[in-house]
């Protein structure tokens, strides 16, 4: 997908503006999401499962290559073909190859957010395949050539207004019906898909080393459809994606599902160990692509690895009220919210992702949700740090802050300010964002007299 | 018991009457109360921003004007968890930052942890409250029974307030510079607000953006800093 986060400041401004529904959908089901959320971990002792999760996620971590060597050599025991992509065109190359050997004319494809950073859909639409998503949310926001505007809910900022006629458009359906009809509908459309297609496509939500095991969780159904109907399976696997051992899959997957969902598992978890065997029903080809773009980098940051812990749970924004006035699509990238603000730099570049660091009043709220305690405001803080010294802030943010820097640095100055404040001509670097704040919030009222005055008229009663 | 009190800028250009209640109210305790004159401004909206280089001189400086004092007592989360959490990494290899940060108290914190105080008087019969959980005070310093204790004990009605926890949208330069999503985020917190006489918290800022705010829509409701209230509450 190509980034357009530079654009965020203007794009969250012209949503709020242009489309006042996005906002009451996105924060009506997030805060719904949190709800869930908050339910879920109350049940355990979510302070010592976020504390383990964190914990085997760094071990992992920092001992990738040792866990990617053996989650390699497990699949290919299993009957997996392994593949190694460092770009988004590795992946292209070898997607390109499947498709052409088996003469796919038509691919499902299961949720995943790493396929859209790979741009798979753009390149299967180049070589004349059709493809289908398959979550119900995805396969809405591909039917509106829409980016996924959460994580989780892909479609989260339409309300069933939209859906309906959307439907109503595409496929005839009243514009009053129920969402069960227009699941129906769907249905009909992906079950023809579903036993047509040559090729089935996935993410991954973990990788077990030890067994060469793909783990994917969902509620639908879809997933398992696309991953197990068509006789080729490809799933792309981000390399942080890793777990070392079979039973860590006790505590990642429900403790993602609560996190996600506030669910203590999701509907359906696949586990698949390769190819169909003799006797067997399912893919008779496999592969799983380990698919790197920008993460080794970002491992080797020492200020900004921690974000690869990430389980794309999508806490984060659930919790974030930045978020919610929004949703995801003026973040301009495929991750948005908060993890989306200090990953999308590290997975970009700092200068493209500029602005998403700014996109957070630092109020902690993700932090608290996240479920291996990524430390998104000091992450956020290190961004920022970053950009300064890279010289990114605009000059008038520079200007005011140096201004400001030599106002607060001398008590003299402080109370000439003091009294500009109450009367006097204000200084020309200010006077911007003066506008930009009272635009909103009417003037500045001061009080009568600054504290440090009313001090000394408390000491000295007769004054000076 | 010598105590410090930082105004931190905001308070003092804009709710000075919070400065006053909080030194009559510290002194009413048994307190001593000294007001360090060349303070300004403890660098917070630089080193958001990500200037540290200029937070970082200021920071020093209010190491040097706060070094004598026992406790350094101030009207406001964030400023609080600024020098609490923040100096010391900011000011890598200055212990004198990781001293500062165990000395620094947000007003209503140091009123019930150091003093021990629960109650103060009963000023506030009856009053219904509002409050707002600024979210450095609430997250990062984990002030959030503290003000609401002393409210109740005062004998004031804490309206139940669905976003009381969530933030209002004022985050210093994000105010200005994303101000579409901070005003949308003041309008959030406006809207599920319920019947009260007064909306308070311990941040200045919170409070500026908010009173801005409701003011500009026209919503009458009275905007009062966590100090004055609690001063109210012993002076009665
Ligand atoms: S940063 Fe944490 S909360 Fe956000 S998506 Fe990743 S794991 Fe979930």
């Known amino acids: 997908m190509r980034a357009k986060a530079k654009l965020y400041p203007k794009e969250a401004a012209r949503l709020l503006r242009e489309k006042p529904g996005v906002r009451e959908a996105v924060t009506g089901a997030t805060l719904h999401f949190e709800r869930n959320r908050l339910r879920a971990y109350a049940e355990v002792p979510i302070a010592e499962w976020r ?95 829409e980016p996924p505007s959460h994580i989780v809910g892909p479609a989260i900022h339409l309300s069933l207004k939209e859906i ?70 490809v799933a792309f696997v981000g390399i942080e994606k890793l777990l070392p051992r079979f039973q860590d899959l006790a505590l ?30 399912g893919p008779e080809e496999v592969h799983v692509v380990l698919v790197d773009h920008g993460r080794t980098a970002l491992l080797a940051d020492p200020e900004a690895w921690e974000t690869l812990r990430c389980l794309r749970c999508g806490a984060c924004l659930n919790a974030c009220p930045v978020y919610r ?113 009272t635009e909103g919030r009417g003037p500045l009222k001061p009080s009568p007299k600054p504290f440090h005055q009313l001090w000394r008229e408390m000491e000295e009663p007769h004054g000076r | 018991m010598r105590v410090a009190l930082f105004i931190t800028c905001l308070a003092d250009q804009f709710f000075a009457e919070a400065g006053v209640a909080a030194v009559r109210l510290l002194r009413a305790l048994g307190v001593e109360v000294d007001f360090p004159e060349g303070q300004t401004c403890c660098g917070q909206p630089a080193f958001n921003a990500g200037h540290w280089e200029e937070a970082r001189p200021l920071a020093k400086r209010h190491l040097e ?28 290899g200055h212990p004198e930052a990781l001293d500062l940060a165990e000395r620094t108290y947000e007003f209503s914190a140091f009123l019930v942890r150091v003093l021990g105080v629960e109650k103060l008087g009963e000023g506030l019969r009856g009053k219904k409250i509002a409050y707002h959980h600024g979210c450095h005070a609430l997250r990062e310093l984990g002030v959030r029974e503290e003000p609401l204790l002393l409210l109740r004990e005062a004998g004031a009605e804490l309206v139940p307030w669905e976003a009381a926890e969530e933030c209002c949208g004022f985050g210093g330069l994000f105010s200005v510079k994303l101000p579409e999503v901070s005003l949308a985020m003041a309008d959030r917190k406006i809207a599920t607000l319920p019947q009260a006489e007064v909306l308070t918290s311990t941040d200045a800022g919170c409070l500026l953006h908010l009173a801005g705010r409701l003011a500009k829509k026209g919503v009458n409701l009275k905007v009062a800093p966590l100090a004055t209230l609690l001063w109210e509450a012993y002076a009665g």
């Open chain 1, 164 to 233: 309906q006629k959307l439907f109503h458009e595409r496929f005839g359906t009243p514009l009053d019906a129920s969402p069960e009809a227009l699941a129906q509908v769907a249905r009909k459309v992906l079950r023809e898909a579903f036993l047509s297609a040559e090729l089935g496509i996935s993410g991954a939500n973990f990788l077990v080393a030890e067994t060469g095991t793909l783990a994917l969780m969902e509620n639908e159904g879809n997933i398992r459809l696309s991953t197990s109907l068509p006789k080729v399976h």
């Open chain 1, 252 to 281: 990642f997957l429900p403790l993602t599902a609560r996190a996600a969902t506030g669910q203590r598992l999701s509907t359906f978890v696949s586990l698949i160990q390769g190819p169909a065997r003799e006797g067997e029903e």
């Open chain 1, 325 to 437: 006035q929004t949703g995801g699509h003026p973040y301009g990238y495929v991750y948005s919210g908060p993890i989306g603000a200090v990953l999308d730099p590290g997975l970009l570049s700092l200068e493209e992702a500029y602005p998403l660091p700014y996109a957070s009043t630092l109020c902690g709220a993700c932090l608290e949700a996240c479920p291996v305690k990524i430390p998104i405001p000091k992450l956020l803080l290190t961004w920022r740090h970053r950009a300064v010294a890279e010289g990114l802030s605009p000059a008038w943010e520079k200007a005011a802050l140096a201004a400001y820097r030599r106002v607060m640095e001398s008590p003299t100055l402080y109370r000439l300010f003091s009294k500009a404040l109450r009367g006097l001509p204000l200084p020309q670097d200010l006077l911007p964002l003066l506008r930009a704040w």
């Open chain 1, 51 to 145: 504390e383990r999760a964190k914990a085997l996620k760094d071990h992992v971590l920092s001992h990738l290559d040792h866990y990617l060597e053996l989650a390699e050599k497990r699949l290919r025991e299993n009957g997996v073909q392994v593949h190694w992509a460092e770009t988004p065109e590795d992946a292209h190359r070898l997607l390109r190859a499947v498709v052409e050997r088996h003469g796919v004319k038509r691919a499902v494809k299961a949720k995943s957010m790493l396929t859209e950073e790979l741009g798979v859909n753009p390149l299967l639409a180049s070589l004349g395949v059709e493809v289908f998503e398959t979550d119900l949310g995805e396969y809405l926001i591909q039917l509106l050539g």
């Open chain 2, 65 to 92: 004007i706060f070094r004598e004092a026992d406790y350094v007592v101030l009207p406001s989360g964030s400023c609080a968890s600024m020098v609490q959490n923040h100096y010391p990494e900011l000011l890598p």
